[in-house]
């Protein structure tokens, strides 16, 4: 399983640095999308995939006596969601934005004085 998951993890970062380094906005925001996404199961790869119970300690012991499930990984990846999903919805709303003013996709006509300007 977790051959598999490193497997798709490394498929991800390339897949999300190929459309980095596109010239479209579309294809730059859906890049930083998935080099977020590999970066999160990573974390849950290094957090050690294990089934047990909630880390919560009985009433009559001082360590834990079972095997629990790591919280920190999940908080840590429940909170790059929240903050990659806030991104995104404001990256799509400036992309559009753009798009509108800018009537292209290109990231180079966004640079490009024009002659008449000159």
């Given at each position: 399983?977790?051959?598999?998951?490193?497997?798709?993890?490394g498929?991800?970062?390339?897949?999300?640095?190929?459309?980095?380094?596109?010239?479209s906005?579309?294809?730059?925001?859906?890049?930083?999308?998935?080099?977020?996404?590999?970066?999160?199961?990573?974390?849950?790869?290094?957090?050690?995939?294990?089934?047990?119970?909630?880390?919560?300690?009985?009433?009559?012991?001082?360590?834990?006596?079972?095997?629990?499930?790591?919280?920190?990984?999940?908080?840590?990846?429940?909170?790059?969601?929240?903050?990659?999903?806030?991104?995104?919805?404001?990256?799509?709303?400036?992309?559009?934005?753009?798009?509108?003013?800018?009537?292209?996709?290109?990231?180079?006509?966004?640079?490009t004085?024009e002659?008449?300007?000159l």
């Open positions: 399983m977790e051959l598999l998951m490193i497997i798709v993890i498929l991800l970062y390339a897949g999300g640095i190929y459309l980095i380094l596109r010239r906005m579309v294809k730059l925001l859906l890049g930083i999308m998935l080099l977020g996404n590999a970066t999160n199961m990573l974390i849950f790869l290094l957090g050690k995939i294990t089934k047990g119970k909630p880390p919560v300690i009985d009433e009559a012991y001082k360590v834990f006596q079972d095997i629990y499930a790591d919280p920190i990984p999940q908080a840590l990846i429940l909170t790059a969601i929240v903050i990659s999903f806030a991104l995104t919805s404001f990256a799509i709303v400036l992309l559009k934005r753009v798009y509108a003013l800018v009537d292209s996709d290109d990231l180079d006509d966004l640079n004085p002659e008449e300007d």
